[in-house]
């Protein structure tokens, strides 16, 4: 079974893998890492266009920092799922800007929160983690990654074929619409393969959903380790009153320098 759009006009999308949510003590140090991140860098939209930093914007180091402030107030589920996107794209891609990695990670977040219904947080979490998986292995948390068979963006869509869904090239690395046809393209065929996930991921590859060739199977064997990996890692964090990273300080009006 597949999470179900909340609207009919959304695209697609997958369902259940491991194991319940590890709970934890709150973690101090990842979110000030997260928040430094953002503080460090500077400048782009949140997922609605292809992320390009620009470094000394204060406006939108403060406009950050007071969006990831209300989703935390207004969404506690939703801001856990982004510190820990955010902080396992930085972990798995320590080249690319910073500002890029919380961009995508935001991205990632809008898309899995926003556009489906779930039967439980585990449901969730497990689509969550098997997207995560795809896009490790596909781009490498990369929105602009282009292979040379023309797969773009974050899922590697192959434009060739998939191009109708898109008003351009340049319009497949845009976030949210990469991430639209992406997962609606995982639903076609986990739908096709009656839910059977590995055969669905070599139709994703665009190999033969019986293939034993040895290189796309290893492709299937990392998504599902690309997954768990993330899964495993996640940890739910117990808020403390007034957390701030070194340099900051938490006033009536939030995380101030």
Same mark, same amino acid.
């Given at each position: 079974m597949l999470p179900k759009p909340k609207t009919t006009t959304r695209p697609f999308i997958p369902d259940q893998m491991y194991s319940p949510h590890t709970r934890g003590c709150f973690?101090?140090?990842?979110?000030?890492?997260?928040?430094?991140?953002?503080?460090?860098? /500077?400048? =782009?939209?949140?997922? *609605?266009? @292809?992320?390009?930093?620009?470094?000394? $914007?204060?406006?939108?180091?403060?406009?950050? %920092? /007071?969006? =990831?402030?209300?989703? *935390?107030? @207004?969404?506690?589920?939703?801001?856990? $799922?982004?510190?820990?996107?955010?902080?396992? %794209?930085?972990?798995?891609?320590?080249?690319?800007?910073?500002?890029?990695?919380v961009i995508v990670a935001k991205a990632i977040t809008d898309h899995v929160h926003d556009n489906f219904r779930y039967r439980s947080a585990e449901h969730r979490l497990n689509f969550l983690s098997?997207?995560?998986?795809?896009?490790?292995?596909?781009?490498?948390?990369?929105?602009?990654?282009?292979?040379?068979?023309?797969?773009?963006?974050?899922?590697?869509?192959?434009?060739?074929?998939?191009?109708?869904?898109?008003?351009?090239?340049?319009?497949?690395?845009?976030?949210?619409?990469?991430?639209?046809?992406?997962?609606?393209?995982?639903?076609?065929?986990?739908?096709?393969?009656?839910?059977?996930?590995?055969?669905?991921l070599l139709m994703y590859l665009g190999a033969s959903p019986s293939s034993t060739k040895g290189e796309y199977n290893q492709y299937v064997d990392n998504v599902v380790y690309s997954a768990i990996k993330f899964k495993k890692n996640y940890t739910v964090r117990q808020p403390q009153p007034n957390p701030a990273p070194p340099g900051f300080a938490m006033g009536k009006g939030g995380l101030r320098q």
């Open positions: 973690d101090v140090f990842l979110r000030c890492l997260l928040i430094l991140i953002i503080l460090s860098v /500077a400048s =782009a939209a949140w997922g *609605k266009t @292809t992320p390009t930093a620009v470094a000394g $914007d204060t406006q939108m180091r403060q406009h950050i %920092i /007071a969006e =990831a402030e209300q989703m *935390k107030k @207004t969404d506690p589920e939703k801001y856990q $799922d982004f510190i820990n996107v955010a902080t396992f %794209i930085r972990k798995e891609n320590r080249k690319q800007h910073g500002l890029v990695s098997l997207l995560m998986g795809i896009i490790k292995i596909e781009s490498g948390y990369n929105p602009r990654a282009l292979s040379n068979k023309n797969a773009r963006g974050l899922m590697q869509v192959h434009y060739p074929t998939w191009g109708r869904y898109f008003n351009s090239q340049q319009d497949a690395h845009t976030l949210h619409k990469n991430l639209a046809v992406g997962t609606g393209i995982l639903r076609l065929y986990l739908n096709k393969s009656n839910n059977n996930l590995r055969r669905a």
